[in-house]
């Protein structure tokens, strides 16, 4: 963990396996879509999200808004 400017940064590992990987197949077999596809379009959204989530709070620690833990 690095800490910069009271912040600090935890690096996201994405697996081919472990976790899900059964309901992704499920899923993927459910829409007739490939496994392939389905992973990458959850993996994407994930990222996005978690994107989305970073930008929110920096935005809220920019305007003084702070959350105790």
Request: with cysteine; glycine share 6%.
């Amino acid at each position: 963990m690095i800490h910069i400017e009271k912040s600090s940064f935890n690096p996201l590992a994405f697996t081919s396996g472990g976790n899900g990987t059964r309901i992704n197949k499920r899923l993927a077999e459910k829409c007739k879509e490939s496994y392939a596809s389905v992973m990458t379009y959850i993996r994407t959204k994930l990222r996005f999200s978690l994107l989305r989530s970073t930008l929110a709070d920096e935005a809220l620690k920019a305007n003084g808004v702070m959350f105790t833990s």
